[in-house]
């Protein structure tokens, strides 16, 4: 009797760690390789900056926002956002886009933007005396 | 034990065609809750990710509203002392859980179907991962309620207990289970949601496994 309680525990434990382990696993995860954004078909979160160039384009019949990204090596990616264009999207310093890479760019469903700060530290003026 | 549980199963099965008190108030929630989101929605087209969650709304409300009746019940007719004397509590729980499973997986067909007629964006994409999600969502639903039915059934406040308490204990399974009917309808591999239906799994796991060490103090109270 002792004995049931004590194996149907270990399999309840066993299964809460992996259950929660699983769920540390299963949200959306960051990736700021843009070849391999490319190659899954998985709800990611690309982060990346900007390509000033290629400017961007509003699209304003189907209500779209698109550009053009890249990552740290130099990967180009076309970005379309269901929506308008984020206030401090030309001074962002980084942009982060959640979304999925279909039909040749990724289709984003939420855009952050990472602006450079205003202020910025100065240095600790010293006095001698 | 399994021919027990078997005519307990049959004599409810035989019990609830005669009053259809579960199945009718199942399919009234259903047609009225759907109803009502065709309304809200109007000419709007409704996304995927909405559908998905929409879809658990509905399941998650239907089961509250018509699952509580296997030891509710019981307790009502005052036959859940005959029924102490008669079989076994883990015979009991078999019983009553192959009861509400049918009843869980009836209901929810019916709903994937009225959804699948009534939401133009309710297209399933990938039907082997819903099959899935499905199959193994369903059974966690079933689980869940049938062993808070029983602890509510001797509690006074039946219909507002019953919600309550199954919210926190049923969230994992609707968190992964939204995740999973989103990725069914976008067309994602079963692959790469593997995460998800293993949470589901061992949610599963873990809710018979306790169920079962714990439906002997519930039951005797």
């Known amino acids: 009797m002792k004995n049931k309680y004590m194996f149907g525990g270990f399999i309840i434990v066993v299964f809460l760690g992996i259950m929660i382990y699983l769920f540390t696993q299963s ?42 990204m890249k990552d740290e090596n130099g990967n180009k990616m076309k970005v379309v956002y269901d929506g308008t264009m984020p206030n401090n999207f030309e001074s962002a310093s980084s942009v982060v886009v959640t979304g999925k890479y279909v039909n040749g760019y990724f289709h984003a469903r939420d855009i952050l933007t990472k602006c450079p700060s205003k202020y910025e530290g100065q240095e600790v003026q010293t006095s001698t005396m | 034990m399994i021919a027990k549980a078997y005519a307990l199963f049959k004599k409810d099965l035989h019990s609830e065609l005669r009053t259809r008190y579960a199945i009718n108030s199942l399919a009234m929630f259903i047609i009225v809750a759907i109803s009502i989101i065709m309304f809200a929605v109007g000419q709007e087209r409704v996304s995927e990710a909405l559908t998905g969650g929409l879809f658990w709304v509905v399941i998650f409300f239907t089961a509250m509203s018509g699952l509580s009746r296997a030891f509710v019940s019981e307790e009502e ?24 499973i049918i009843l869980v997986f009836t209901m929810n067909t019916v709903i994937t179907l009225l959804y699948a007629a009534l ?8 039907f082997n991962l819903f099959l899935l999600s499905f199959v193994f969502g369903n059974i966690g639903l079933a689980v869940s309620s049938t062993i808070i039915a029983a602890i509510i059934a001797k509690a006074g406040a039946k219909g507002t207990l019953y919600p309550v308490l199954s919210f926190p204990i049923l969230l ?8 999973l009917t989103l990725s069914a309808l976008d067309g994602t591999s079963i692959a790469d949601s593997k995460y998800e239906l293993a949470i589901v799994i061992s949610y599963d796991v873990i809710m018979l496994t306790a169920s079962y060490l714990l439906f002997d103090f519930i039951w005797k109270d």
């Open chain 1, 27 to 68: 949200n959306i995860q960051y990736q700021d390789d843009f070849t391999k954004v490319m190659n899954t078909n998985k709800t990611v979160k690309a982060t990346g900056t900007w390509v000033k160039e290629e400017g961007y384009d509003i699209d304003k019949e189907n209500k779209q926002f698109i550009f053009y």
């Open chain 2, 119 to 126: 939401f133009e964006s309710f297209v399933i994409k990938n």
């Open chain 2, 77 to 100: 007719r005052g036959t859940s002392l005959t029924l102490q004397l008669v079989a076994a509590p883990s015979t009991v729980f078999t019983g009553k859980l192959v009861f509400n």
């Open chain 2, 172 to 179: 994992p399974l609707i968190i992964s289970s939204v995740q």
